[in-house]
Nanobody, 123 residues
Framework: QVQLVESGGGLVQAGGSLRLSCAATGRTFSTYTMGWFRQAPGKEREFVLGISASGISTYYSDSVKGRFTISRDNAKNTVYLQMNSLKPEDTAVYYC????????????????WGQGTQVTVSS
């Protein structure tokens, strides 16, 4: 069982930066692929970035490549999302999630989810 809690969301101007954190409970955090998803009002939840259990491999959606990065600290049971050059279209609730599958991109592949944190980018 893994419980996830996101933090770090807020209001930022376009072009600004935010860093989200996702703290996990449980001793098996380091065995899970971790992902970040987002969901804007009226839209489906979409994959943003993922990172392998070891942290060696990362993968991104095209919409955030070059602007967002994902990292993890297994000693702290935490995964991070660094968001730079934010755009109004990045406005969404951001969720972290844990998966047993390497390279998981689909929400159905993730077993555990946080409650989400709101990110609002003003123009």
């Amino acid at each position: 069982q893994v419980q996830l809690v996101e933090s770090g969301g807020g209001l930022v101007q376009a072009g600004g930066s935010l860093r989200l954190s996702c703290a996990a409970t449980g001793r098996t955090f380091s065995t899970y692929t971790m992902g970040w998803f987002r969901q804007a009002p009226g839209k489906e939840r979409e994959f943003v970035l993922g990172i392998s259990a070891s942290g060696i491999s990362t993968y991104y959606s095209d919409s955030v490549k070059g602007r967002f990065t994902i990292s993890r600290d297994n000693a702290k049971n935490t995964v991070y999302l660094q968001m730079n050059s934010l755009k109004p279209e990045d406005t969404a609730v951001y969720y972290c999630a844990a998966s047993r599958f390497l390279g998981a991109r689909h929400a159905s592949e993730y077993s555990y989810w946080g409650q989400g944190t709101q990110v609002t980018v003003s123009s």
